[in-house]
């Protein structure tokens, strides 16, 4: 997929909004919320703050980051795929995750702090129903009810992840209106919280949203790249490139930020669909403009008199036509880099390391292997690349073998590139 | 007396600003004043003229127009619906302007557009509010862009005599009662902590809400979310000093868009006696 980045560098401040101030990334981010939820995100603000300087919290939090959802995950050197691209290639294990993704990472934190504000509802939304399965395992972990919303759209797709979610004991909420996917479960969820705002706990999947979200976010998500760059420095040394694959990008910040005052190139990979000169993708920073979605001022994919397009990818998670504002800033300052890879290129890749390595990866995070595949043969002497393989492929195995035929797998090697 | 100021208003309203029609809706009047809500371009953008001489003919006061938004995460099911099927009928902002800007300098009522925050970055801000002002609109409401984001647009809505609306709700702290005092037209109080829709029956609290309201900022409040029947309307115009209407109207347009302006002149005249009944038994004995 042609590469552009560096497409939001230097954005100017738009007229009309505050140039910076509380929970801005530069120009991005802010709380563009109805009035009735000022105070509830005041609140929790003011909670999280609390939370974070607080030994029993962060005690808490890592006792159960450790002995039920599975970390430290590993770093694997992948050898094969090492040998096949020309580069050192090492993989981040958010796939070896409790629930199978690193989404459990962020909603352990946020019902703990949900827990503490003595809130006893959580709602969510959710896309392919990762961040929904998370926020229920969560809830049932702490004895919180939880109430998920999802579009009919991928109600009907995901249907394996509704019933995990029904089985831990959530309340799945289909929703209806719009485009019955992500972006509409996300208002539908804040509507919801606007009405039972003060009870009900909000717990986003993603680092987006009206601050503090995508900071707090960011945060939970953050000891993905703690561990790691622990994890490379013991392996040799840190890496030349860090690679995570980018829809509302909460891995990826998650993998970034311990990595951000490294001499480190950080590469975002965004779905480019059925490409960017078609309307088919969901590449907000590749190929979107600024505007306010979802209570944040980022990158998002819109027409000329702001009314949100549809996205499109292979992967439900990247499925979402906003990008988080943390990220907006990366792509503004040049301190992280951003690409799109498509449908196709993604699927070959997870074919790919699946052979090669023995893992299949979630279709999200194959979008990040699909880079590195694409660099093959043209990484300098040296390269060290991490790639954040934010989740395992077993939920998207079913929607391969249905899009490609159970007895024709993808085709062998580097050209077996047989999706259509 | 209501009327002939309205008359005297109408009459030099080429040289009053959106902020002073406003100002003159609510000044001296004996009753609380309606506005009612439609969302531009439902059913079609063709029929705006129409519906807003129906909304006139019925007795309105003034006008709150919403701009068709993608995701409009402040209300509820009915205007959903209505903004979805606006912009599958082909609904756009220039298509807007042009209805306003052939309609707006005859009609009496002053015009109040309530925009999500994202059309107006995306046409520019200075020209959202150029536009806006140079087709007569008297004031912004923009339920996504809170009082605390909303300093550099209230510059420009100023600069243009208009009034960006700020809005309260039940669960407003001080500070932000405060902070809205600078305010100009008027406070936008939402009854509930919720989003807009039809609702069987009042906020308990509502007319406390509203006395409190009144007290707190010193400006004009009309109060808007779940005033739907003309009996809740005088309820509420006991206290308050503008009744919204939005998704009883909506819903009622919906249920028969063939007849979309008999339909709003009907809804708008049965409020616009109730609330002129006052005391809340108007609306039970028509």
């Known amino acids: ?420 | 007396m209501g009327d002939l100021m309205h008359e005297a208003v109408t009459g030099g309203r080429a040289r009053l600003t959106g902020v002073q029609r406003l100002d003159a809706v609510f000044r001296a009047r004996p009753t609380a004043a309606l506005m009612p809500y439609l969302t531009a371009g439902y059913p079609d953008l063709a029929r705006l003229p129409d519906l807003l001489a129906a909304l006139a003919a019925g007795g309105a006061d003034a006008v709150e127009l919403g701009v068709p938004f993608s995701d409009p995460l402040a209300d509820g099911p009915a205007l959903q619906a209505a903004a979805t099927a606006a912009l599958a009928a082909g609904f756009t902002l220039d298509g807007l302007w042009a209805v306003l800007d052939r309609v707006l300098g005859t009609y009496s009522l002053p015009v109040v557009l309530l925009t999500y925050v994202n059309p107006i970055l995306a046409h520019g801000a200075a020209r959202f509010v150029e536009r806006a002002a140079g087709a007569g609109v008297a004031g912004l409401i923009v339920p996504d862009l809170p009082w605390a984001e909303a300093a550099p647009l209230r510059r420009l809505t100023r600069q243009r005599g208009m009034a960006l609306v700020p809005m309260a709700t039940p669960n407003s702290p001080p500070a932000h009662l405060k902070d809205i005092r600078s305010g100009d037209g008027f406070v936008y109080g939402v009854s509930v902590t919720g989003v807009t829709g039809v609702r069987d029956q009042l906020a308990p609290d509502v007319l406390a809400f509203a006395s409190r309201l009144k007290e707190a900022v010193g400006l004009p409040v009309a109060i808007g979310f779940g005033i739907s029947t003309p009996d809740q309307a005088a309820q509420v115009g006991t206290v308050a000093d503008g009744v919204i209407v939005g998704s009883a109207l909506v819903s009622a347009l919906m249920q028969d868009p063939r007849h979309a302006a008999q339909v709003a002149t009907t809804r708008v005249r049965a409020l616009a006696r109730a609330l002129k009944g006052g005391r809340g038994e108007g609306g039970k004995t028509r």
């Open chain 1, 1 to 420: 997929m042609g590469a552009r980045p560096g497409h939001a560098v230097g954005v100017e401040q738009p007229e009309g909004l505050r140039p910076r101030g509380r929970g801005r990334f530069g120009p991005f981010g802010g709380q563009f919320v109805p009035e009735t939820l000022m105070p509830a995100l005041e609140e929790l603000e003011q909670a999280y703050r609390a939370a974070r300087r607080d030994p029993a919290f962060r005690k808490d939090l890592a006792q159960i980051l450790s002995r039920y959802v599975g970390r430290p995950t590993p770093i694997t050197a992948a050898e094969r795929l090492s040998e096949a691209v020309g580069a050192r290639v090492y993989l981040k294990r958010e796939d070896l995750c409790h629930t199978g993704a690193h989404k459990i990472n962020n909603t352990v934190g946020q019902l703990l702090l949900a827990r503490r504000m003595g809130k006893q509802r959580v709602i969510a939304e959710t896309g392919a129903g990762q961040h929904g399965v998370a926020t229920a395992t969560a809830a049932a972990l702490l004895g919180i009810k939880a109430e998920i919303y999802m579009g009919a759209e991928d109600v009907a797709r995901q249907a394996l992840n509704v019933y995990r979610m029904r089985l831990l004991g959530a309340e799945v909420h289909t929703v209806t209106s719009g485009s019955r996917t992500l972006k509409d479960a996300t208002n539908e969820a804040i509507r919801d919280w606007v009405t039972n705002v003060r009870h009900t706990y909000y717990a986003i999947g993603s680092v987006v949203g009206p601050h503090p979200y995508p900071t707090m976010v960011r945060d939970f998500q953050a000891v993905i790249g703690r561990e790691a760059r622990r994890q490379m420095l013991a392996a040799g040394g840190l890496p030349t490139h860090v690679v995570a694959c980018v829809g509302g990008g909460s891995n990826a910040m998650g993998i970034f930020h311990a990595f951000r005052r490294d001499p480190v190139a950080l590469v975002g990979v965004e779905a480019a669909g059925e490409g960017l000169d078609t309307p088919r993708h969901a590449a907000s920073l590749s190929a979107g403009t600024p505007g306010v979605l979802h209570g944040a001022f980022s990158y998002l994919l819109q027409d000329g008199d702001g009314q949100i397009r549809l996205a499109h990818s292979v992967s439900a998670g990247l499925d979402y036509p906003g990008v988080g504002p943390e990220h907006a800033h990366l792509a503004s300052t040049g301190r992280a880099e951003y690409h799109a890879v498509s449908d196709a290129d993604a699927l070959a890749a997870f074919h790919e390391l699946s052979r090669l390595e023995g893992i299949i990866p979630a279709l999200e995070s194959a979008h990040a292997v699909a880079w590195v595949w694409s660099r093959r043969g043209q990484w300098p002497a040296g390269a060290r690349v991490l790639i954040n393989l934010s989740g395992r492929g077993d939920k998207d195995v079913e929607q391969v073998a249905a899009q490609q035929g159970p007895g024709a797998p993808g085709g062998g090697g580097s050209d077996g590139r047989s999706h259509a």
